[in-house]
């Protein structure tokens, strides 16, 4: 178990969650909600994210929509800025935004991977760094990582690598932090049914059309793994097994398979 022998999460208090208005990052608010946290709800699209306040508030708790642009480099100091001036105390952050660019890295636009580096990287360090200042008391840091994270991913190089930095930081943060009050937790889905794909441009490719999972079973999972203290979490019993077989497969044979894996149908 990392962290202190009471993990947080499943204490009540207040999670912070980027991302929220749709996917993964809208279940999560809600499994937070019904398990009775307060939540601080962040995204791009205000009116979404007022309409998730004001249903989770029917549920009994406090929602607070930050409608703001994370694609910034600015973004993390001044969200947490923001935080600090309505005098929210954040117990849980969760950091879940994050993008996807599909097809060869060498045809890639740069701007789109830059924003890719930017929110699935940058943002989350930055946040966790200016959160943990807040956690000398005990607090939780999830972070949505991916089995992508745990191979390379021809087609999808930058997105697979980012994901591979998450899961690395996230596993390496919760040792340090082990012997403190502060719970370390990646979440490692495999494909889940959300518009990600749609958005990354990958729909018409073979992992685009496969989902092994709902928003829901992820955030379930996500919250419960949190709860019991565990580091890493995948969900779902094949993606553990692909992430085992990952692990004792040859590396040139786990390329040429993700290779064909992300490649058009």
């Not at 935004?97 to 060498?106: D, K, L, R, S, W």
């Not at 990354?200 to 928003?215: K, Q």
């Not at 996500?222 to 890493?232: C, F, K, L, P, Q």
Request: proline share 5%; with cysteine; hydrophobic share 45%.
């Amino acid at each position: 178990m990392s962290g202190s022998d009471v993990p947080v999460v499943g204490t009540g208090g207040t999670a912070l969650i980027t991302g929220a208005s749709a996917g993964i990052g809208r279940a999560l608010a809600q499994e937070f909600a019904t398990r009775g946290h307060d939540v601080v709800l962040v995204a791009r699209r205000e009116k979404e994210l007022e309409r998730l306040a004001e249903d989770l508030e029917a549920r009994g708790v406090t929602a607070t929509p930050v409608a703001m642009d994370l694609d910034r480099a600015a973004a993390a100091e001044d969200l947490y800025e923001e935080v600090d001036s309505r005098g929210l105390a954040v117990d849980v952050l969760v950091n879940n935004v994050g993008v996807g660019t599909y097809g060869p890295f060498a045809e890639s636009d740069l701007a789109a991977e830059q924003t890719q580096l930017r929110l699935n990287v940058v943002l989350p360090v930055e946040l966790t760094r200016l959160f943990l200042e807040e956690f000398d008391d005990g607090g939780a840091i999830i972070n949505i990582g991916s089995v992508a994270g745990f191979q390379p991913g021809p087609n999808l190089a930058g997105y697979y690598a980012s994901k591979a930095y998450i899961n690395s930081f996230s596993e390496a943060l919760a040792e340090e932090l082990r012997e403190t009050p502060v719970d370390v937790t990646v979440v490692c889905p495999g494909p889940v049914d959300t518009a990600f794909q749609e958005r990354a441009g990958m729909a018409d490719s073979t992992v685009g059309a496969v989902t092994s999972n709902t928003p829901e079973a992820v955030a379930t999972a996500a919250y419960e793994g949190a709860a019991a203290g565990e580091t890493v979490v995948i969900p779902r019993r094949s993606m553990r097994f692909v992430d085992r077989l990952v692990r004792v497969t040859p590396r040139w044979v786990v390329r040429r398979v993700a290779a064909v894996v992300n490649q058009g149908r």
